[in-house]
Each structure stands twice: as C-alpha cells, then as structure tokens.
C-alpha cells in the first residue's frame, strides 16, 4: 500500500514518550491516529488526556490494556472486574470505540479452566461496555507469553468472542503473536465481522527476547503483506497499529523511529 491513511502509531513504539509527546509527534508527521496505553493516560491525567486527542483532531485507535481475568480468589477476580469497568470509561473518555483486552494468565495447568476465568469476566464487563458504545477486542498473545494470556491462538479468542454479540466483543489481530498459526488464514476468515483491530511489526530470526525484540516491519519473517490483506479481505478496514516493544529502537531519537515506521509501513504493509 502507497499511503498511512490506515496507520496508527502504537505509544508503546516509542515508550518514553508521554501521551502529549505522541500525539504531537503524529502531528508532525501526519500520522492520523493514535493507540494510547493507560498508564500513560493516568500520568496525563484522563480528562487532559481527553481534551488533548480531541483538540488534536488525531484519533484514538485503541486503548491498551483491560483484561487480566484469571485469579485464584473471587475477590481477587472482582478487582479484575472493577478495573475493567474503569478502562472502558477511560475509553469513552478518549473517545475511541475499542478496548484492547489482553486477557491474563495465572500460575497452574488448568488453562481451560482459566479461559472460563476469561470468559466469565467479559461477561461481567460486556453490559456495561455495551452502554458506554465501547467494543471489546480479546487479543491473543503467541504461547511464549503464557504468563500473560491463556488465550494463545486466533481461534480461541474467536470461540470467547462468539458468547457475545459482534457489536460488542471481537477479536484484535497482532501479526506478532499469530503469524506461525498454521490455521491462521481459516481463522481470520472465520473471523469476520469480529476483528477490532490489526497490529503489525516482525519476528527477527533469531528471537533475542521473547518481550522486547518485535522488530520494524521488514526486519523479520513475518509475512505482513499477505497477513494484511487476509484481514482486509475479512472486512476490517480500520486503523493498523505499529505496535513494537524493542529496547533498541526505544534508544533511537523518536522522530526518526517515526519516519522508519511510516516508509516500512508503506514498504512492507
């Protein structure tokens, strides 16, 4: 593709940015949406973190990150619940329609029993991010990350998905955490009408963190270009996430690591 009308700039990809920092940044280089991450929101404070997207005109693709279900104790699980809840008002406030929920993992080997965890807690949350106009996007996170997802593959967030209606709970598709799927072009198929949203980076060979070694798009194996059009072919055509957590390129001037981001997107997305 030979335009950013679709990229959104993921804050995690320069993590030393503040939100404001961010979202001048996207400005500067007009790029037309943004990902935020709470904790980043909470040091801006939720209401100047609002009144600064609006103003900006730039938009809040996602916010990161609800979820965290799974718990040993009912009133551990009921705190995930209310956090949950607070995340989907941060996201009405910021004024975007998703809240990405990475949905936790806990000590033991009773993972299906835990994907229920994960199921039960949405359930807690969907009424409510219903009211709010907020949808839901369960991302699954690739099984080297087990200790902080049980849901590891396309078809098991889609599975959890299917509990709720499609108009309040999907699926979020990072080419990251699911590009080795064997079944992944069935299951983003099978997916249609559910996908929330789409993040891209790369899997360098090797990998030399299982966290912080995504890797700008091209730099890898990933094979962005076909992954993309998959999802576009299922009918999402919303904002596309540059989502990497590299200490390396966290070290780079943030603007530069914004104009590399922009080339290799129109290159290799």
């Known amino acids: 593709m030979d335009d950013i009308k679709r990229l959104s700039f993921n804050q995690a990809t320069v993590n030393s940015w503040s939100l404001e920092d961010a979202v001048r940044a996207c400005e500067r280089h007009g790029i037309p949406a943004v990902g935020l991450w709470r904790d980043k929101v909470e040091r801006a404070g939720l209401s100047a973190a609002g009144r600064l997207v609006r103003d900006s005109g730039i938009a809040v693709s996602s916010l990161c990150r609800g979820g965290g279900f799974p718990a040993a104790t009912l009133s551990e699980r009921k705190e995930r619940i209310e956090n949950n809840l607070r995340a989907i008002d941060e996201a009405a406030e910021l004024g975007t329609g998703i809240l990405?929920?990475?949905?936790?993992?806990?000590?033991?080997?009773?993972?299906?029993?835990?994907r229920a965890?994960?199921?039960?807690?949405?359930?807690?949350?969907?009424?409510?991010?219903?009211?709010?106009?907020?949808?839901?996007?369960?991302?699954?996170?690739?099984?080297?990350?087990?200790?902080?997802?049980?849901?590891?593959?396309l078809k098991q967030a889609r599975e959890i998905a299917a509990n709720f209606s499609p108009e309040v709970v999907g699926v979020v598709i990072d080419a990251f955490h699911v590009w080795y799927d064997p079944d992944l072009y069935a299951e983003i198929?099978?997916?249609?009408?559910?996908?929330?949203?789409?993040?891209?980076?790369?899997?360098?060979?090797?990998?030399?963190?299982?966290?912080?070694?995504?890797?700008?798009?091209?730099?890898?194996?990933?094979?962005?270009?076909?992954?993309?059009?998959?999802?576009?072919?299922?009918?999402y055509d919303g904002p596309i996430e540059v989502e990497i957590f590299n200490k390396e390129i966290w070290g780079q001037p943030g603007d530069q690591v914004l104009e590399t981001m922009k080339q290799r997107f129109i290159e290799y997305v």
């Open 100 to 114: 990405v929920l990475v949905c936790g993992a806990m000590p033991g080997r009773d993972l299906e029993g835990q």
């Open 117 to 153: 965890m994960v199921a039960e807690g949405i359930a807690a949350i969907e009424p409510y991010a219903r009211l709010c106009g907020i949808r839901l996007g369960i991302e699954p996170l690739h099984p080297m990350l087990a200790d902080r997802s049980v849901v590891m593959t």
């Open 189 to 235: 198929e099978n997916t249609r009408g559910r996908i929330l949203g789409f993040h891209v980076s790369d899997w360098p060979v090797p990998l030399p963190d299982v966290l912080l070694s995504r890797t700008m798009m091209g730099d890898g194996i990933i094979d962005l270009p076909r992954i993309r059009s998959a999802v576009d072919a299922a009918g």
